[in-house]
């Protein structure tokens, strides 16, 4: 097992396609991901995909295991090993993302809501996703928020500001379209590729520009 470690939170913000394609990459690269999803995510994944998220948190790690095991390393959930995909509820205390004496070097939020965003840069902690981000802050580790808002308000760019100058990567869900996409798996793929590179993962899913 790849000894790296990625935290991928999911939030309540449109874009469920841009997780499940990230997620899939992860696992592709044989990266072990810290999957965190809140309340919301579960109910946004259902409307734009059609996929039922169990709501019982204890669920959740045998649903994805199964939805994934065509990529992950480790589908067995009953082995002894450290799996590949660890997921965790919401309110998770005692999972390693909640301490900074075992973080992840990467913490992603993706698709992430403007509500999380003002609660990572104004230090709130009130779930597994706020503690994991505001974790990774004061560690000083990669932090990059995939936002998806439109309009965006003078709140949502003041606190876009604040994080930006403390080192987190803002990455808005704004696809190009010089690689001439052709379907909406290739404007997915394009924000996704472009994750993958901030995260210095080899990925073909998009043309180089100059290519």
């Known amino acids: 097992m790849t000894e790296r470690v990625v935290t991928l939170a999911v939030t309540g913000a449109s874009g469920s396609p841009y997780f499940i394609q990230l997620l899939r990459n992860l696992l592709a690269a044989q990266v072990s991901v810290n999957l965190l999803l809140s309340s919301a995510a579960k109910v946004v994944i259902k409307t734009e995909l059609g996929l039922q998220v169990p709501e019982n ?51 992603i939020v993706c698709p992430c809501s403007m509500g999380t965003l003002s609660a990572i840069a104004h230090g709130a902690s009130n779930n597994l996703i706020e503690r994991a981000a505001d974790v990774i802050l004061k560690e000083r580790r990669q932090l990059i928020l995939v936002t998806r808002e439109m309009p965006l308000s003078s709140i949502h760019l003041e606190n876009m500001l604040k994080l930006s100058q403390m080192g987190v990567t803002i990455m808005p869900a704004s696809p190009g379209f010089y690689q001439q996409p052709e379907t909406i798996a290739d404007l997915v793929n394009f924000v996704v590729g472009r994750i993958l590179d901030h995260l210095d993962i080899k990925q073909n899913l998009i043309p180089r520009w100059g290519d």
């Open 57 to 107: 948190d204890a669920d959740l790690p045998a649903f994805f295991v199964d939805y994934f095991s065509d990529v992950i390393e480790n589908s067995d959930v009953s082995s002894n090993l450290r799996p590949q995909l660890n997921v965790y509820g919401k309110t998770d205390w005692m999972s390693p993302v909640a301490s900074g004496s075992n973080p992840a070097r990467t913490m």
